[in-house]
């Protein structure tokens, strides 16, 4: 049977820093202990790992040989252990989560702060893209679960609302365009528009929005950022059109806020999962303290 694990610590520990003394110093163990594992283990494997002498320690071109394999066995078996730890400790693990940019810089930090309260040593991996690939991630199995929204709804996927996130128009204090507090989705149809690339949430609810209103919405300025969008706008180059949401964060003190009616525009804010999956502990917990966040929002 091959050697147990302190053996292979114990080797790869030499093979570093190339002396035993220092080694035993690492491991927390006397210089006899640690050349016994090592005498062991070269037992168990039936070859000479290292060439010794008084002033160092070198690898054998066997010991070359295994290094890299004997390193990634050892890795493979801590993470292992990592692996069993979190499932055998309810507050413990990781969980992995895709969600719109909007999201993941307003509602998705809330909630990690609070679940960090009280399960500190849950780890939260965050995806941040847009929402066509969120739901090819969510599918695919490359996350846990998503929090996004969706224009068409996915057989393959469970929806649950958490929040209505409505979109306003926002423009500089002295563009010359109108000076109601509140528009119609037809009067966007005049002014230059500043919207997100099309492969945003935001610019999917827009066009389905206008579509079903045989109204024409085109941009005359694109952009990836909100951010870069509020300042464009800022600039008086046009009229941006983005979610409350997205805006709750930025600096919109050069902007002058208008209320979309007639119809509101808007899109509702929840969790994706692919259905038929169930979901760890860790990931359980994310999205009960997603719903308390959005409830109090």
């Known amino acids: 049977m091959l050697g147990d694990l302190k053996q292979l610590r114990a080797f790869l520990a030499i093979a570093r820093l190339g002396n035993f003394t220092r080694a035993a110093y690492e491991l927390n163990i006397s210089q006899s202990a640690l050349t016994i594992q090592i005498q062991q283990l070269e037992s168990h494997l039936c070859t000479q790992l290292f060439d010794r002498n008084r002033r160092c320690v070198n690898l054998t071109p ?65 995806r941040d893209t847009v929402a066509s690939r969120l739901t090819f991630m969510i599918r695919n199995g490359e996350v846990d679960f998503g929090v996004g929204s969706p224009v068409k709804r996915d057989p393959e996927l469970v929806w649950e609302k958490l929040m209505t996130d409505r979109f306003c128009a ?52 694109e952009a990836v950022y909100n951010s870069t969008i509020m300042a464009m706008a800022a600039e008086g180059l046009g009229v941006a059109i983005l979610s409350e949401l997205v805006v709750r964060g930025g600096d919109t003190s050069r902007l002058r806020r208008i209320s979309i009616d007639n119809p509101p525009l808007y899109r509702d804010i929840g969790i994706l999962r692919r259905a038929g999956r169930s979901l760890s502990r860790p990931a359980e917990l994310l999205m009960s303290t997603l719903r308390e966040v959005a409830g109090k929002d």
């Open 170 to 221: 926002f423009v500089s204090p002295d563009y010359p365009w109108t000076t109601q507090d509140t528009v119609t989705l037809s009067d966007l149809a005049g002014p230059p528009l500043i919207l997100p690339v099309r492969e945003s949430s935001i610019r999917m609810h827009i066009e389905a929005a206008a579509d079903k209103k045989k109204i024409l919405l085109p941009a005359a300025y």
């Open 62 to 126: 066997q010991g070359l040989e295994l290094f890299p394999r004997i390193e990634r066995l050892v890795s493979d078996i801590e993470d292992l252990v990592t692996h069993a730890r979190d499932t055998s400790d309810p507050d413990r693990g990781a969980v992995t989560v895709a969600a719109l940019p909007s999201l993941a810089a307003s509602v998705l930090p809330h909630a990690i702060r609070r679940l960090n309260r009280d399960y500190p040593r849950i780890t939260v991996r965050i």
